[in-house]
């Protein structure tokens, strides 16, 4: 379901896939099945999301992020694509940011560029990621710390 007022360019969304209004999806942004993308939300064009992700509202993808399949991505949770930002400055490639498969990011969470989050790891509300999280972690704070691991469960 591709909502009337979402503006939708990529044909490569998955089956079962429900974007809601007032979502931009960029014409090479690549969207798997079963997802549910909610109102607000950007996704720029070198974008990869897996099958059955989650992105809740106000939730930009930017260049460069890939999402795996049952990743959760909490309300206004903030990605950042460029180290050394300036206007009307872009790269010619921008730095690989990885969410692994069933990683959960809290809202506000902000993860800056070229951080891969490992399977299964948990983001806490508000956290600023500045370096990779390993595989099943629990982080949280300014900067992020690893407070705990979780036990496999996918």
Request: hydrophobic share 40%; proline share 6%; charged share 15%.
């Amino acid at each position: 379901m591709i909502h009337p007022l979402s503006d939708v360019q990529s044909t490569a969304i998955g089956n079962n896939t429900n974007i809601w209004q007032f979502v931009v999806v960029l014409p090479r942004a690549i969207i798997g099945d079963d997802c549910n993308i909610c109102s607000h939300c950007f996704i720029e064009n070198d974008v990869t999301i897996g099958k059955s992700v989650t992105i809740k509202n106000g939730v930009q993808l930017w260049d460069g992020v890939t999402l795996e399949d049952d990743v959760f991505v909490g309300p206004n949770c903030t990605f950042a694509n460029d180290p050394l930002p300036r206007s009307k400055q872009h790269l010619a490639n921008y730095p690989r940011t990885v969410v692994r498969r069933g990683a959960s990011l809290g809202a506000n969470a902000t993860i800056l560029p070229g951080i891969t989050v490992g399977e299964g790891a948990m983001v806490g509300a508000g956290a600023v990621v500045t370096k990779d999280v390993p595989a099943w972690a629990v982080v949280a704070g300014n900067p992020a710390r690893i407070l705990r691991y979780l036990e496999k469960k996918l």
